[in-house]
């Protein structure tokens, strides 16, 4: 008889576990300047100072939006 091998059995839990990463999302200039009431010039003014956080996709400005939700939620920027 031949032997066979024994079949691997995961251990509790680790056949559930997902490596899916966390989407994030983003807001361009138009969004965020629609979304805050403010011109894209404001908007420069603040990228330049430090003020707002952004990061280029090319020669595209994008905003994480996790990071315009803790600035509204920590302002007194409204939606």
Do not use: C
């Not at 983003?26 to 011109?39: E, K, Q, V």
């Not at 905003?63 to 315009?68: E, G, L, Q, S």
Request: aromatic content about 8%; cysteine-free; charged content about 30%.
């Amino acid at each position: 008889m031949a032997d066979v091998p024994s079949q691997i059995v995961p251990r509790h839990g680790e056949d559930q576990q997902t490596t899916e990463a966390p989407t994030v999302q983003f807001l361009t200039r138009g969004d965020l300047s629609r979304r805050w009431n403010l011109s894209v010039e404001t908007l420069k003014r603040w990228e330049k100072s430090g003020k707002l956080s952004f990061f280029k996709l090319g020669k595209e400005v994008r905003y994480r939006i996790n990071v315009v939700e803790q600035i509204e939620n920590t302002s007194e920027v409204s939606k």
